[in-house]
């Protein structure tokens, strides 16, 4: 939480990569479960609307079907009709926490569902509707709400992630490998949106940045996975110099924050050994209820243990108060 005007506020996290297939959904599902399994309030959001899917980590894909979601909220302001968010949210249970998940998918499933996206103009809108307002409104509620807000944003450079990246964003949690172009693509997509959040008529804190390497492959591979690391370390000391703990370095963020490449097997028996049970972490067969909540458990691929106090390869926080 940070504390605007007196009053205490969630935090938006927009997770975007470059390019697509990086493991960005299942990282973000994954530290949407932890972080609801210690305790916080935490709403995540898919925003990557050409490429939807975020529900499947939470086995909540039936539901879309018949719940709205982003794409519906557009259109429904489009229209003049009335649709609140609220009424799109998916509420999941996480085994082992007293909190609620809140899911928003990128909008009904169907055979219209590209139809209906692509009838929304979304320049057009900013520029003649009044979607900059609306997403601001949004934007404030949902962090009055929430303690945390997730969202998973398109790849590339397009308008729809420029909403994420741009407007949504409190900080951007950057995923890349080990290409350039994943490695440039995530630093000018930072330079763009801080550049054009100085342009919003609105008031915004500096944009934070959280580079997370992702598919890393130490493991396998250790010779040229050092000789990355020093390189990602090169490329964005700035950006962790922002909010790391003084006396840590970028190379022991690296080392906190990087995501494993572990072929699908061998990290679902992970996930289940390190429970000391049989249990299937989300995206292999949580278990549904029929109350309405749906529950699912986290996959322990966010390394750095059960508690974000136990971490013991760094000190370093993700950034979470300026
Ligand atoms: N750390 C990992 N180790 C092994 N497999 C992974 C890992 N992360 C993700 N995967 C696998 O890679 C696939 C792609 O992951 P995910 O959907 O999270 O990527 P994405 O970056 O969100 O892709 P897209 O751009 O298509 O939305 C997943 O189905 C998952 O099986
Ligand atoms: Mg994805």
Redesign the pocket.
């Given at each position: 939480m940070i504390p605007v005007n007196g009053k205490e506020r969630g935090i938006i996290y927009t997770f975007y990569?470059f390019?697509?297939?990086?493991?960005?959904?299942?990282?973000l599902a994954n530290v949407a479960a932890l972080l609801a399994k210690w305790g916080h309030s935490v709403l995540v959001v898919d925003w990557?609307l050409e490429?939807p899917?975020l529900e499947r980590f939470f086995g909540v894909q039936d539901l879309r079907t018949k719940r709205p979601g982003i794409v519906d909220l557009v259109q429904a302001r489009k229209n003049g009709e009335s649709l609140r968010w609220r009424d799109c949210v998916i509420e999941i249970d996480v085994h082992g926490s007293s909190t609620r998940l809140s899911l928003i998918t990128a909008g009904r499933s169907g055979p219209d569902y590209t139809a209906r996206l692509h009838s929304l103009n979304f320049p057009e809108l900013f520029d003649h509707g009044d979607l900059g307002s609306y997403i601001e409104e949004l934007r404030n509620e949902w962090v009055s709400e929430f303690e945390f807000v997730l969202v998973?944003s398109r790849?590339g450079v397009t308008d729809i992630g420029g909403i994420c990246t741009v407007h949504l964003a409190d900080v951007l949690v950057l995923?890349f490998t080990t290409t350039e172009s994943s490695v440039e693509g995530a630093m000018q997509i930072l330079e763009r949106a801080r550049k054009e959040q100085e342009h919003l008529p609105l008031d915004r804190r500096r944009l934070l940045a959280v580079p997370v390497p992702?598919?890393d492959e130490s493991r396998t591979e250790y010779e040229r996975a050092a000789e990355w690391k020093k390189r990602f370390a090169e490329q964005f000391s700035e950006l962790y110099r922002d909010w790391l703990p003084s006396g840590k370095t970028a190379l022991d963020a690296i080392d906190l924050l990087r995501?494993?490449?572990?072929?699908?097997v061998e990290?679902w028996r992970a996930a289940a050994s390190n429970r000391g049970g049989h249990e299937r972490p989300c995206?292999l067969g949580p278990r549904v209820r029929d109350t309405g909540s749906h529950s699912c458990d986290a996959p322990r691929?966010v390394r750095g243990a059960e508690r974000p106090n136990t971490c013991s390869s760094a000190d370093a926080q993700a950034p979470r108060t300026r």
């Open positions: 990569s390019k697509g297939g990086v493991g960005r959904s299942m990282a990557d490429a899917g998973d790849t995923l992702a598919r995501i494993p490449y572990i072929p699908y990290l995206e691929l």
